[in-house]
Each structure stands twice: as structure tokens, then as C-alpha cells.
Nanobody, 123 residues
Framework: VQLQASGGGLVQVGGSMKLSCTASGRTFSGVIMGWFRQPPGKEREFVAALTWDGRRKRYADSVKGRFTIPRDDAENTIYLEMNNLKPEDTAVYYC?????????????????WGQGTLVTVSS
């Protein structure tokens, strides 16, 4: 499994940004894809996850109402649409994948990871 993340960069407080993550290397029915982030000097934390069919999604409380995770099934791609960004959203963002149906929030439950992409929210 390969996960290719893209997007990221510098954005001002209150702005928006969209990250993408494309999966390849196998078929992806029955998997969970998630987004995690690691703020500077902090532990990696859960952001959002969805089932591959998009029917179930889960968000961290800190991003509810501001972030969404749409998907493009044909392109094996999920996105992280981030709105009303805050300085505390500054982090390296990672996409991850696991087999199964549970929307785990622990990074230890995800064996496959993309490379991180830095999002910096400037005030």
C-alpha cells in the first residue's frame, strides 16, 4: 500500500486549505482512511476518519464543524478540507489506512501511512 499526500503550506488565520491523499497498491474496499496531525513538540493526534464507502465518518472534537473529509472513489483519493483555520491547527498532517470497519482514533491502529505535509496557520 502506498499513500501519497499532497497539499499543505502557509495559510492565514480564518483561511482554508485542502489536503489530498491518494492510495494505491491494492484494492480498497473495506478499509478505513484517516487523517492525523502532529503539532510542533506534541504527540500525533487523530483528526478525522472515514469508511472507504464514505458512509461513516468521525471527527476530533477540535475540528468538528470546520473540517470535512470528502472522497473521490474513482481516484482512490480522500481529502481533508479545512476551514476557519486556527493557529493551533498548525501541524504536520498525515493520512493513514487500516483494514476493517472501526473508525479508530489511535494512530497505533493504522499500519500504513503517507508522508507528512506541513500546514502552518499564521496569525
Amino acid at each position: 500500500v502506498q499513500l501519497q499526500a499532497s497539499g499543505g503550506g502557509l495559510v492565514q488565520v480564518g483561511g482554508s486549505m485542502k489536503l489530498s491523499c491518494t492510495a494505491s497498491g491494492r484494492t480498497f474496499s473495506g478499509v478505513i482512511m484517516g487523517w492525523f496531525r502532529q503539532p510542533p513538540g506534541k504527540e500525533r493526534e487523530f483528526v478525522a476518519a472515514l469508511t472507504w464507502d464514505g458512509r461513516r465518518k468521525r471527527y476530533a472534537d477540535s475540528v468538528k464543524g470546520r473540517f470535512t473529509i470528502p472522497r473521490d472513489d474513482a481516484e482512490n483519493t480522500i481529502y481533508l478540507e479545512m476551514n476557519n483555520l486556527k493557529p493551533e491547527d498548525t501541524a504536520v498532517y498525515y493520512c493513514a489506512l487500516r483494514d476493517g470497519s472501526l473508525l479508530h482514533t489511535s494512530s497505533q491502529e493504522y499500519p500504513w501511512w503517507g508522508q507528512g505535509t506541513l500546514v502552518t496557520v499564521s496569525s
